[in-house]
């Protein structure tokens, strides 16, 4: 169980975290385990013994050890093939983890063996090797899932548990000559070379392998934050009106239509990222107040540690998930709300349902705007709908910007802006945010910025979706929803 845990996290950077990766781990694992107990029964009634039981512990070891060699040789070659995320997923994940699985599940059949010296207590002999065995996965997954993971990080902890399985098997095979020196030694340099195979991370924490790259000059540099497999954010400390995603312009637009640069007013912040609009408000909105929950506290360290975020910011941290903050009640209303919480493959449903939306609702002021940014695909778009539905039920208006003239075919970024008054839209399609400064006057984000998707063709997009209800705590199907998607991801 441990390494299933395991094998979910080390894959997340290469292919994100969604209903397709775990059940290619769950899948590529139960494969191991099922070929992998037949092998070890078979083994169990033809080779019964200590040096055969050793020899599989190493076999174990061994497949762990090339694990992270594989992963780190096969994820980058995979990326080069057209090949739908499930596919991709299943074939990496089986290439990767399904002979640690196979090794490992040998050796349940042997142990019995070796134990049952007498049938009259087999059964008893079995139940107990079951139990251990149970004792021994809840032990591993509280571990790995709680502790180790974020303690070693997935290569390192991967790497721990292979020597850990090569030591074992040296020991159950001392006198049995299992091994030569040649063989040592080989075991040793692959050893070490795991140790030292360079990561890919950051940081890595309880939910996100954490990776920054620096661009441009050293004067005026420009961070790139990777969540796992998103690209969430691109920072540029020393310039914020540089707001690198062209849905962040819509939020910018947002402002402008409502505050001047001297106004007060209090904005929420669901997700943190790279901060980047909270610094913007920092900067050009100096009498506003920015809360943010980010609910990975790795994350705000990565911001002041390597993204060049001030100690003495006047941002408003709340680590933590957003929903148990809003029901703490802590805060003053929110002017606006912004969304952006949603991780590439993963989405937080419970920060999507009517349920949520309501608390929300509750913790602004009457006249509060909410504006968050989905990714969904026109030809499916069932995502969008049911996020349509959800927000209409609790707010009176809801404008769809797509950053085009219409919602376009392709996986994109969507903007939903909820409120009960609407918008007034001469002062939307007048506002020039300091954002624009930055822009050159043809840039075409500045028109894209200012478009809303037409009613009458939006009820044109929704009609054929008419089945599709709002997500509730109880039924909020996004998997469902958005597996096309994820198909065509790649």
């Known amino acids: 169980m441990l390494i299933q845990v395991l094998s979910g996290r080390a894959l997340a950077p290469y292919l994100g975290t969604s209903v397709f990766t775990w ?3 769950i899948g590529a694992t139960l494969i191991g385990l099922t070929f992998g107990q037949a092998a070890g029964g078979y083994l169990a009634d033809t080779k019964a013994g200590r040096r055969s039981l050793a020899q599989t512990f190493l076999m174990a070891g061994s497949a762990a050890l090339a694990s992270n060699f594989a992963l780190s040789f096969f994820s980058s070659r995979l990326t080069s093939f057209p090949m739908d995320l499930a596919f991709r997923s ?10 640690v699985a196979f090794f490992l599940s040998m050796v349940g059949p042997q142990l019995a063996k070796l134990a049952v010296d007498n049938l009259g207590h087999s059964g008893s002999i079995v139940g107990k090797l079951s139990a251990a065995g149970a004792i021994g996965s809840l032990l591993g997954v509280g571990l790995g ?7 070693l990080g997935a290569q390192y902890l991967m790497s721990a548990i292979a020597i850990g399985l090569l030591l074992f098997g040296v020991y159950i095979g001392i006198g049995e000559k299992v091994l030569n020196y040649r063989i040592v030694g080989f075991l040793t340099v692959v050893a070490m070379g795991n140790l030292l195979l360079p990561g890919i991370c950051k940081l890595e924490s309880d939910y996100y392998c954490i990776r920054i790259k620096t661009d441009g000059p050293a004067e005026t540099p420009r961070y790139t934050l990777r969540l796992d497999h998103l690209v969430h954010s691109y920072v540029s400390p020393r310039d914020p009106s540089d707001l690198g995603y062209g849905y962040e312009q819509v939020y910018a637009r947002l402002i402008a239509t409502r ?11 669901i997700g943190g990222g790279g901060f980047v609009l909270p610094r913007y408000l920092e900067t050009y909105y100096p009498n506003a107040t920015s809360t943010v929950s980010e609910i990975d506290p790795a994350v705000i360290d990565a911001n002041h540690r390597f993204m060049e975020l001030s100690s003495t910011t006047t941002i408003v941290m709340a680590p933590g998930d957003a929903r148990r903050h809003l029901m703490r009640d802590l805060d003053e209303p929110y002017d606006l709300v912004f969304g952006d919480a949603f991780n590439d493959f993963g989405v937080p449903v419970h920060l999507t349902t009517l349920e949520f939306h309501r608390l929300l609702k509750s913790r602004m002021k009457p006249d509060g705007i909410y504006a968050l940014n989905l990714i969904d695909d026109s030809r499916y778009g069932n995502f969008l709908t049911a996020m ?3 927000l209409r039920q609790v707010w009176n208006h809801v404008e769809v910007a797509p950053l085009a003239d219409r919602l376009e075919p392709g996986r994109n970024t969507i903007v939903l802006i909820a409120s009960d008054e609407p918008l007034d839209k001469d002062r939307w399609f007048r506002a020039r945010p300091p954002s624009f400064d930055k822009l050159e006057s043809d840039d075409p984000v500045i028109d894209a910025s200012a478009k809303f998707v037409d009613p009458v063709d939006l009820q044109d997009f929704l009609d054929p979706r008419r089945w ?7 039924y909020a199907p996004l998997d469902h929803y958005l597996s096309p ?6």
Do not use: Q
Not at 259 to 269: E, K, V
Not at 485 to 490: E, G, I, L, S, T
């Open 23 to 25: 059940t290619s781990v």
């Open 90 to 99: 299943i074939m990496l994940a089986f290439i990767v983890f399904t002979p």
């Open 259 to 269: 505050y001047a640069l001297r106004d007060s007013f209090h904005a929420y912040f």
């Open 388 to 390: 349509l539905v959800t």
């Open 485 to 490: 998607v994820f198909r065509d991801a790649y």
């Open 145 to 151: 899932g709680y502790v180790l993971v974020s303690a």
């Open 468 to 474: 599709i209800g709002p997500l509730t705590d109880d």
